[in-house]
């Protein structure tokens, strides 16, 4: 193919063929330089068909099942895209597009630089895609912070929401909850559902209905003491969705996610629990069936849902799809609550009947030590195990993964991908295939970095899965500032037990100084190799793309890794009462804090133009916010109330000190030119 493609649509374009049909446009005049010709039905000769199957085309009887045949006249062939249903139109256009033009599934994401060709070589050969391994599979557009952030209209409009669906369908993904708690008017699962993908919710959200709270507000949200009212909600949200592709949700917890006998304390054992929630989600269950023709069901077994389940309480219908969750590590044990982290694993069991699926996480927000900003921390070969392995526990029939705003976590949800569909992945030849796709040279050291960037990742704990993602430098640092200034140092902080121990507070903070440390040593190094690729190899386009999707990881580690070592080191200056060493370390976490900043900032360059501007989540503009009032309160120490006690006393010179006129010298430096004097000060005369 050449030139001008003529390809020939089917007469009656559905809504998710015609956003199929748009990007196959876009896509062949990026390549060939040309629009292609559009035709609908007729006699008319065209290049490229793209048609639904008949029977002589011997595509496979399955939902979503697509080809590609090419078929002769006599004297020429063309090239059929042959779908089953409409999604097998989608995902057969945008395999063309993969293999024909090398658009790749996250082009818009990682900004691929689509190579022009004056012609494209397509090998005559029928095809027939083989079945995903699971068969509802997508994304939970979860912590989208950034996405919402992004651009100015609020719920994200359109423009934002396309190109994430259309990267889930180049994953050959079926199903996404579109969002966390948005306005309700906003377009999302109204375009989700316009691209052919099956919608979801919440588990927090069961059915995808309004909370119980913001519909009553003042009312009690008991289904105890309110049926009538809980029910009116799931009939209207049956009656808003009953017409679209859904995955029925069936949960009961409380408002704001959490147990619902938080609000409701008389459910004070298992057995009342239990038959609680086996109750509700029954009635859910019947009121879908109901309305819906054919419903698909799920119940997320998430949180105390697992474990009431596990013991027996939670009773749930035959054809219910159980989905179980990870850790929000990729681990599938038991989420760490606070300090409790039972670690119960959290796969089907033997005798477990029916169907299962998993929500996984490549990123994760749980104020402790998650990955939100950076890339997940652990290896390729760690997912492979994890998610092979619940496919081996027969957990396949569903695949929700929590995607977070995408642009930073592109290879981990391209693992993904290859899982999904495969059902197993070589992580070596995926990594080659995942460089070679996006990169145009120094494929085997850009695979390196890849490769290492999770051996430099901080282990916290004793298990695989104790690896610091980005909130591990600022939520801790931050309560510990907290604490600190509160004047509570001589108890320990309990809400640091889970990563250092019930100790004393000071030995909390050695014992992230000693991690902290080791850290910036193997961050140091990481980045160092990534410079020597990306600064002094890579060309212009390739050295962006490194930068932003390389770089950025390893500069945000190494800059909070950084800044929290440096608070650690304050607070011990600050216990021996040497307050302008305090002050001045205190400082040094501040510049280090801020270069992370710098990193978001590097990062928002053309359409990534204030991508970052919301980062309310690990939120290092808060941290820089926090390290500011430290250090001015340290300065309170000893250069109050003038603030020009320890100029005189360290940085002034010894022949001015008894003669000076204080009317003439008193402007106190700025707190920066202060730590940088007393720094050098400090390192010339060997207190630091």
């Given at each position: 193919?050449?030139?001008?493609?003529?390809?020939?649509?089917?007469?009656?374009?559905?809504?998710?063929?015609?956003?199929?049909?748009?990007?196959?446009?876009?896509?062949?005049?990026?390549?060939?330089?040309?629009?292609?010709?559009?035709?609908?039905?007729?006699?008319?000769?065209?290049?490229?068909?793209?048609?639904?199957?008949?029977?002589?085309?011997?595509?496979?009887?399955?939902?979503?099942?697509?080809?590609?045949?090419?078929?002769?006249?006599?004297?020429?062939?063309?090239?059929?895209?042959?779908?089953?249903?409409?999604?097998?139109?989608?995902?057969?256009?945008?395999?063309?597009?993969?293999?024909?033009?090398?658009?790749?599934?996250?082009?818009?994401?990682?900004?691929?630089?689509?190579?022009?060709?004056?012609?494209?070589?397509?090998?005559?050969?029928?095809?027939?895609?083989?079945?995903?391994?699971?068969?509802?599979?997508?994304?939970?557009?979860?912590?989208?912070?950034?996405?919402?952030?992004?651009?100015?209209?609020?719920?994200?409009?359109?423009?934002?929401?396309?190109?994430?669906?259309?990267?889930?369908?180049?994953?050959?993904?079926?199903?996404?909850?579109?969002?966390?708690?948005?306005?309700?008017?906003?377009?999302?699962?109204?375009?989700?559902?316009?691209?052919?993908?099956?919608?979801?919710?919440?588990?927090?959200?069961?059915?995808?209905?309004?909370?119980?709270?913001?519909?009553?507000?003042?009312?009690?949200?008991?289904?105890?003491?309110?049926?009538?009212?809980?029910?009116?909600?799931?009939?209207?949200?049956?009656?808003?969705?009953?017409?679209?592709?859904?995955?029925?949700?069936?949960?009961?917890?409380?408002?704001?996610?959490?147990?619902?006998?938080?609000?409701?304390?008389?459910?004070?054992?298992?057995?009342k629990r239990g038959a609680m929630i086996s109750k509700v989600i029954r009635k859910q269950y019947d009121m879908i069936a109901s309305a819906v023709d054919n419903p698909v069901y799920c119940a997320a077994l998430y949180g105390e849902i697992s474990e009431l389940y596990k013991g027996g309480y939670v009773d749930l219908p035959d054809d219910v799809i159980k989905v179980w969750a990870d850790n929000g590590y990729g681990r599938m044990v038991s989420r760490r609550h606070g300090n409790l982290n039972l670690r119960v694993p959290a796969l089907p069991a033997e005798r477990d009947g029916g169907k299962h699926g998993v929500y996984y996480h490549v990123t994760f927000h749980d104020l402790q030590a998650s990955n939100h900003l950076t890339m997940f921390p652990g290896p390729a070969a760690f997912l492979k195990q994890e998610i092979e392995s619940a496919f081996a526990a027969r957990a396949d029939e569903y695949l929700l993964v929590n995607c977070g705003n995408i642009r930073p976590h592109v290879y981990q949800l391209d693992i993904i991908r290859e899982l999904w569909s495969a059902g197993h992945i070589d992580a070596d030849q995926h990594l080659s295939e995942f460089v070679s796709g996006y990169y145009g040279a120094h494929h085997a050291e850009l695979e390196e970095l890849y490769r290492s960037y999770s051996e430099a990742a901080i282990p916290y704990g004793p298990n695989a899965d104790d690896l610091a993602g980005d909130e591990y430098y600022h939520h801790p640092a931050r309560k510990i500032i907290g604490h600190w200034l509160q004047g509570k140092g001589d108890q320990p902080l309990e809400r640091l037990f889970w990563a250092v121990g019930d100790v004393p507070f000071q030995e909390q903070v050695k014992g992230f100084e000693e991690r902290l440390g080791q850290g910036m040593r193997k961050w140091e190094a990481w980045l160092q190799r990534c410079d020597e690729v990306v600064a002094a190899k890579l060309g212009t386009d390739d050295a962006r793309r490194a930068a932003d999707h390389l770089r950025f990881h390893g500069a945000l580690h190494l800059s909070g890794c950084e800044g929290f070592y440096w608070l650690c080191r304050a607070y011990g200056e600050y216990r021996e009462e040497r307050y302008p060493q305090a002050f001045v370390f205190a400082s040094e976490s501040l510049w280090c804090y801020r270069k992370g900043l710098d990193v978001l900032r590097d990062a928002e360059h053309g359409k990534w133009d204030r991508f970052y501007r919301a980062d309310w989540l690990t939120n290092i503009e808060s941290t820089v916010y926090n390290v500011d009032t430290l250090r001015r309160f340290l300065r309170m120490h000893g250069d109050s109330p003038d603030f020009f006690l320890w100029y005189k006393e360290y940085l002034m010179p010894e022949t001015e000190k008894y003669i000076y006129l204080e009317n003439t010298h008193r402007n106190p430096l700025s707190d920066d030119e202060l730590a940088i004097r007393l720094k050098r000060h400090f390192q010339e005369t060997g207190a630091i």
């Open positions: 193919m050449k030139g001008q493609v003529r390809v020939r649509i089917p007469e009656a374009l559905t809504s998710p063929v015609e956003h199929a049909v748009r990007m196959l446009v876009r896509d062949l005049e990026a390549v060939l330089g040309t629009a292609p010709e559009l035709v609908a039905g007729g006699q008319q000769a065209a290049e490229l068909h793209i048609r639904y199957a008949n029977e002589q085309d011997d595509i496979p009887q399955r939902p979503e099942a697509f080809g590609f045949r090419f078929p002769s006249d006599g004297t020429s062939l063309r090239m059929d895209i042959v779908g089953r249903d409409e999604l097998g139109l989608v995902y057969g256009i945008l395999e063309f597009s993969r293999k024909a033009l090398g658009i790749q599934p996250f082009w818009f994401w990682a900004d691929q630089a689509i190579a022009a060709r004056s012609e494209i070589d397509i090998p005559c050969e029928n095809y027939d895609a083989p079945a995903p391994k699971v068969r509802y599979r997508g994304w939970f557009v979860n912590d989208e912070v950034c996405l919402i952030g992004w651009k100015e209209p609020y719920p994200p409009s359109r423009e934002v929401w396309e190109p994430v669906f259309e990267a889930l369908l180049r994953c050959g993904g079926n199903m996404v909850i579109p969002g966390t708690d948005l306005p309700r008017d906003g377009i999302h699962y109204k375009l989700a559902a316009e691209m052919g993908l099956w919608v979801t919710h919440h588990h927090a959200e069961p059915l995808g209905a309004e909370m119980f709270l913001r519909a009553f507000p003042g009312r009690k949200p008991s289904y105890h003491e309110e049926p009538e009212l809980f029910e009116s909600l799931w009939r209207e949200a049956i009656e808003e969705q009953k017409e679209m592709k859904v995955v029925w949700v069936l949960s009961f917890r409380g408002q704001g996610d959490k147990p619902f006998w938080i609000d409701d304390p008389s459910f004070d054992t298992p057995e």
